[in-house]
C-alpha cells in the first residue's frame, strides 16, 4: 500500500498537516491563557483600587470606625467577592487581617463587579489552603520589597494570582494583598482544549480525504499514461501517449516519452531495413551457389573444364557471400560499440603508398592512371588495418566507377590538426539526388554497375564501414566533389586523437 505515491502523499500531506494544526492549537492555547492572566491582572489592579478607596473613605468618615483594623475589616466585607481573597500586611510582614478571617457575606443588593460573581463566600478549603501554603509566603516576603507584585500561587488545582500593592493608613505602610482564583480562566482553557481534541482529528481527517481526491486527480495521468505505455509494443510502436498539456510537468514527461518512442521507432525501422536488405544481399550468391552446383551435379558427363567453370562461379560467390558476411559483421560490432580499435604508431604517407600498390593491378586492367601526389613525411597515431581497409574502400570505389583510361588521384595533406586524405577520380559521378544517401548501408547509385563489376561487386556496404572508421577516429568521411567528371571523397583524419574504444 505504502508503495502508492497516492498513499504516500496523502500521508505524508496528513502529516504534515495534522503537525500544522497541532502547533497552531497549541499557540492558539498558550495565546489566550496569557490574555485570561492579563485581564485578571487588571481586574486586580481594579479591585485593589477600589478597595483602598473605600478603606480611606471609611477611615475619613467622622461617623465611621476610627480605628484602622475595623475600617479594613469593613472594607474587606464590602469588597470580599467569591474567588477573591484579601489580606493586610503590616510592614514587618505579617498578616493582620484576611478576608478568610472576616467570612461576612456581601448583602445581595451590592453591585456585583464585572466579572465576578457577588454571593454569600464562606472563604473555600482552597481560600484556607492558599493562606498556609508556602507560595504565599514567599510572595509575602517578595512582597516587602516591591511596590506593586503580581505572582502565581500554584496552589489546589487552578492555582491563583496573586497581587501586592503598597500603602499608607494612618501614618503607617501596609500591604494589600489580593489572591483570585484562576479557577474559571482553567475551565475556559479546558473547554477550549475540549474543543481543540475535537476538531483536529475531524479537520485532520477532512484534510486527508481532500488530500487523497488531490493526489488521486493530479497522478490519473499518470496512469493513464502508464497503461497506455505498457500497451505500446513492437507491433504498435507508431502510437503515442496524449500530450493533455504540453507546457505542464506531465505535459514535458508525455513529450520526452513520446520522443523516446520516435528514436525507438526509426531505430527499429532501420533495423528492419537493414535485416532485410541483408537478407536480400544474401540470397543472390546463395541462389548463384545453388544453382550453379544444381546443374554441375544434374549432368552425368561434363568436361573437367565445365567443372573447373562451375567452381569458379561457385568460388567467385563464395567469397562475395564470405565479403557481405565480413562487412555485416563489423558493422554489427561497430553499432554496439564493440569492435576493438588496435592503435599504432605509423607513416600515413607509407600506407597510402602501400594501398596504391595493391590497387595497382585493378587500375592496370581498366588502363586507369593511378596518382599519388607524394606528400611529407605524416606519422599519425591509429588503426592502421582500418585505415588501410578505408583507404582501400575508397581506392577500389574510385577505380570501380571510373572508365577505361579514366585517372585516379590521391593526394595526402595536413594542417596541423588533422591529415586530410583525398581521393580523386575521373568517374561517373553520383546524380545529386542521390548523394545524400550514399553512406546509408546497402545504397548502391546504380545496382547493375554495382554488382557488374569483375570484383566481385558491392553490397553497398563500403561507404557505410569507412565512414564508421573516419568517425572512429574521431575524424569524417565527406563526398567533397561528384559531377560528370568525376568524384572527390576526403577523409579527415586527427592526428593526434587516439581512436575511441567504442565508436559507435
Ligand atoms: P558498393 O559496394 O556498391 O561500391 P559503397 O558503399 O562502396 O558500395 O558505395 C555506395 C554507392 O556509392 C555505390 O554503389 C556507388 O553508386 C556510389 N559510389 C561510391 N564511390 C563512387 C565513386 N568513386 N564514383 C561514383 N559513384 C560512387
Request: with cysteine.
Amino acid at each position: 500500500m505504502l508503495d502508492s505515491i497516492r498513499t504516500r502523499l496523502t500521508l505524508w500531506y496528513t502529516g504534515v498537516l495534522a503537525l500544522v494544526i497541532v502547533v497552531l492549537c497549541g499557540v492558539a492555547y498558550f495565546i489566550f491563557w496569557r490574555s485570561a492572566v492579563r485581564r485578571t491582572d487588571l481586574n486586580l489592579v481594579e479591585l485593589s483600587n477600589s478597595f483602598l478607596v473605600t478603606l480611606r473613605a471609611e477611615l475619613e468618615d467622622p461617623a465611621g470606625p476610627e480605628d484602622f483594623h475595623t475600617a479594613a475589616h469593613e472594607a474587606i466585607d464590602e469588597h470580599h467577592f467569591r474567588d477573591t481573597l484579601y489580606a493586610i500586611v503590616d510592614q514587618t510582614g505579617k498578616v493582620i487581617l484576611t478576608s478568610v478571617e472576616t467570612p461576612s457575606a456581601n448583602p445581595p443588593s451590592r453591585a456585583e463587579r464585572p466579572g465576578q460573581s457577588a454571593s454569600a463566600n464562606p472563604p473555600s478549603r482552597a481560600e484556607r489552603k492558599v493562606l498556609s501554603s508556602a507560595s504565599f509566603q514567599s510572595f509575602l516576603d517578595a512582597s516587602l520589597n516591591s511596590d506593586r507584585l503580581f505572582v502565581q500561587i500554584p496552589v489546589s488545582q487552578a492555582g491563583f494570582r496573586g497581587f501586592a500593592q503598597h500603602f499608607t493608613a494612618k501614618g503607617k505602610t501596609y500591604i494589600l494583598i489580593i489572591l483570585q482564583s484562576l479557577h474559571p480562566q482553567r475551565e475556559m482553557m479546558e473547554e477550549a482544549g475540549t474543543v481543540f481534541a475535537w476538531l483536529i482529528p475531524i479537520a485532520v481527517l477532512l484534510a486527508s480525504g481532500g488530500g487523497y481526491f488531490l493526489a488521486r486527480k493530479s497522478l490519473a495521468p499518470v496512469v493513464s499514461m502508464s497503461s497506455h505505455a505498457g500497451r505500446i509494443g513492437a507491433e504498435n510502436l507508431h502510437e503515442r501517449l496524449a500530450v493533455q498539456n504540453e507546457r505542464d510537468e506531465l505535459g514535458h514527461l508525455a513529450q520526452s516519452f513520446n520522443k523516446l518512442l520516435n528514436r525507438l521507432s526509426e531505430s527499429f525501422d532501420r533495423q528492419r531495413r537493414f535485416m532485410a536488405d541483408a537478407s536480400h544481399e544474401l540470397r543472390t550468391p546463395v541462389a548463384i551457389l545453388r544453382g550453379e552446383s544444381e546443374i554441375a551435379l544434374s549432368q552425368q558427363a561434363r568436361s573437367p573444364e565445365e567443372y573447373r567453370e562451375s567452381l569458379e562461379v561457385m568460388h567467385h560467390e563464395a567469397e562475395r557471400l564470405t565479403r557481405i558476411v565480413e562487412d555485416l559483421f563489423t558493422l554489427t560490432r561497430a553499432d554496439a560499440g564493440q569492435y576493438p580499435l588496435q592503435p599504432s604508431h605509423f607513416y600515413l604517407d607509407e600506407l597510402v603508398t602501400e594501398c596504391m600498390h595493391s590497387a595497382r593491378t585493378l587500375a592496370q586492367a581498366k588502363k586507369i592512371s593511378l596518382t599519388f601526389e607524394v606528400a611529407p613525411e605524416s606519422p599519425i597515431q591509429a588503426d592502421e588495418s582500418l585505415v588501410r581497409r578505408m583507404l582501400m574502400n575508397l581506392l577500389g570505389n574510385a577505380i570501380k566507377y571510373t572508365p577505361e583510361f579514366g585517372r585516379v588521384t590521391v593526394s595526402c595533406q595536413c594542417n596541423g590538426k588533422e591529415y586530410a586524405v583525398n581521393i580523386a577520380d575521373t568517374g561517373c559521378g553520383i546524380p545529386a539526388e542521390l548523394q545524400p544517401r550514399i553512406f546509408e548501408r546497402f545504397f548502391r547509385a546504380d545496382k547493375a554497375r554495382s554488382r557488374a563489376e569483375n570484383d566481385g561487386g558491392g553490397a553497398g556496404l563500403g561507404l557505410a564501414i569507412s565512414r564508421w572508421i573516419a568517425e572512429a577516429h574521431h575524424g569524417r568521411l565527406e563526398l567533397t566533389r561528384s559531377d560528370s567528371a568525376g568524384s572527390t571523397f576526403s577523409a579527415y583524419l586527427p592526428v593526434d586523437s587516439a581512436p575511441s574504444k567504442s565508436p559507435g
